[in-house]
């Protein structure tokens, strides 16, 4: 198979879709490796790194895309970029939290197809694909160490000549894979962690990494297909938020992570709580993006409520590319495998369980599932 690579586009944008060691597995079963020049550097890998993995590394975008079947990206295409590449290529990428529909027209045009790698089922056999795990681990672990920098507080207890330090507190609302990481990040660091979801299973998951459980009984039925939340009702979103009324004062830095897929994020924290954390207390908002957990939240932006300092980064993943990287390489790795014939050839088969939720044409429809 014919695999390019190209520099990501996206501002900000420092990870790479397949790192050396991985283009060398690749090459090593018989794969050709085109990458356009630098296009790892910002994620700490040289030129001659792809090179000495068997990759030919090709001055412009075109030259690199020429005669490729594959496309291997980190980041949502434009639907220019879509309009250059050759036709009856696959792409490989994330699509973001805007729905896939703008790109349909290029798609059909261009008879192109698009894997969408944020539709990967949650299902063990696709676990090794799966890159909103791998995006979200690095992401927790940011999360956690950007709250750190911006708090005035040290997070473990000291006891020095100079006097005690308590160590700090920090509440993790929503302890999916990135909050999980962020409670296990907040430990190592020495502060009090407790967490909170709605989703019965997460309990055990909060306790056996030493934080305590804290909010609003969990209902058995709160979990949906695939192991995501449902939305919660209106009614149940109020009790939550009055039952974590009672905890957050007590926090000086909050994680919040909460998500359900294809819709806004939920609120956990309005206004009124907001108000009830002291000055110079944090909080790091990862639903930025799709509306945020808390009220206030500015997508990117740091904003300050009431002394409250509030983040709300977007793509954090791409703030450590390296690992981040290397990660995301492994899942579009295992996908090519998957996606091989025994001869080593690409074959899109729609009738695939892993390939049919995954693929994007210019054939779906509007309306079809966001990303
Ligand atoms: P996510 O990013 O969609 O959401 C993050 C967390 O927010 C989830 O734990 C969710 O339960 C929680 N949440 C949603 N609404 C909430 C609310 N109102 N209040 C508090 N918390 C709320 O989820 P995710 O981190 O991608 O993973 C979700 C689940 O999928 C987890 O159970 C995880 O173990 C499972 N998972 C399975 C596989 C697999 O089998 N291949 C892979 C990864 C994750």
Redesign the pocket.
């Given at each position: 198979m014919r695999i390019a690579v190209l520099r990501e586009t996206a501002p900000g944008e420092a990870r790479v879709a397949l790192v050396p060691d991985v283009v060398q597995r690749l090459t090593k079963s018989g794969n050709q490796i085109s990458v356009e020049q630098e296009a790892g550097l910002a994620a700490g890998f040289t030129d001659a790194d792809y090179e000495k993995a068997g990759a030919r590394v090709l001055r412009s975008r075109a030259e690199t895309l020429t005669g490729a079947e594959l496309w291997a990206r980190v980041r949502r295409p434009t639907a220019a970029e879509l309009h250059e590449a050759p036709e009856g290529l696959t792409v490989v990428t994330m699509l973001g939290v805007e729905p896939a529909e703008a790109l349909l027209p290029a798609l059909a045009a261009r008879r192109l197809a698009l894997l969408c790698l944020e539709r990967m089922p949650?299902?063990?056999r696709?676990?090794t694909m799966?890159v909103?795990?791998s995006q979200?681990t690095v992401a927790g672990y940011k999360a956690v160490l950007l709250g750190a920098a911006e708090l005035g507080k040290l997070l473990p207890m000291l006891t020095t000549a100079a006097g005690t330090l308590a160590p700090a507190k920090v509440l993790v609302?929503?302890?999916?894979?990135?909050?999980l990481q962020a409670i296990a990040t907040a430990r190592r660091l020495g502060a009090v962690v407790a967490g909170?979801?709605?989703?019965p299973?997460?309990r055990e998951q909060v306790l056996s990494l030493g934080a305590t459980f804290v909010g609003p009984e969990v209902s058995a039925d709160a979990e949906a297909a695939?192991?995501?939340?449902r939305a919660?009702t209106s009614d149940e979103?109020a009790r939550?938020r009055e039952a974590l009324a009672a905890a957050i004062p007590q926090h000086d830095l909050l994680i919040c992570?909460?998500?359900?897929?294809g819709k806004r994020a939920?609120l956990?924290v309005d206004r009124r709580a907001l108000g009830t954390l002291r000055p110079g207390s944090v909080v790091v908002d990862l639903a930025a993006e799709t509306g945020g957990n808390v009220e206030g939240t500015r997508a990117g932006e740091r904003v300050v409520i009431g002394g409250v300092v509030i983040l709300g980064p977007v793509q954090l993943a791409a703030t450590v590319p390296l690992h981040a990287s290397q990660m995301y390489a492994r899942n579009v790795l295992a996908l090519i495998q998957h996606l091989s014939t025994k001869e080593g050839a690409l074959k899109i088969d729609p009738a695939d369980e892993i390939t049919r939720a995954i693929l994007v044409t210019g054939e779906e429809r509007a309306g079809g599932s966001g990303p």
């Open positions: 949650r299902i063990t696709a676990q799966d909103l795990s979200a609302l929503g302890a999916g894979v990135a909050g909170f979801d709605v989703r299973a997460a695939g192991g995501y939340a919660q979103e939550t992570t909460a998500q359900v897929p939920p956990l």
